[in-house]
């Protein structure tokens, strides 16, 4: 899927619209809500969503079978917010951390919850990162 500003600043600003779009094309198996939730990391690590599809795209992700809602989460950076988050199949849960006023991306983090399927203890962060700084600049960088 495209994550390209013109292609997302265009994306459904409603919840209905949002989650049709995160389960385009998905096949209908054990695995198509997990990839619906990747589509959610995608789009918010990849891409810069204006903040009508932001928040469309955190209310579809509330849809998502399984997606719960960690009331303390802590990003990299020692920041804390509120978290939306699935158990993977690997014995994971995916957060992604958002600032609790304005919904803000702050970053992500795994929390081992099966210590057997992730061979880790139980508490353990596995991935962690922070979002410190968004930009958005009218031409590509000149790489030297």
Not at 62 to 68: E, G, H, M, Q
Not at 102 to 127: C, E, I, Q
């Amino acid at each position: 899927m495209r994550n390209d500003y013109a292609y997302v600043s265009k994306l459904p600003a409603d919840t209905e619209g949002m989650r049709k779009h995160l389960y385009t094309q998905l096949p209908n198996d054990g695995l198509r809500d997990y990839e619906a939730w990747n589509r959610v990391g995608g789009l918010l690590e990849e891409s810069y969503l204006p903040a009508a599809q932001r928040a469309a795209l955190f209310r579809a992700a509330a849809t998502i079978p399984k997606v719960v809602t960690v009331k303390e989460a802590q990003d990299a950076a020692g920041r804390k917010g509120i978290a939306a988050a699935m158990v993977s199949p690997n014995g994971i849960r995916e957060e992604y951390i958002f600032d609790r006023k304005t919904y803000d991306y702050l970053g992500r983090r795994g929390v081992v919850v099966d210590a057997r399927l992730a061979d880790a203890p139980v508490g353990s962060v596995v991935p962690s990162s922070a979002q410190l700084k968004v930009s958005v600049a009218d031409s590509a960088p000149i790489v030297r």
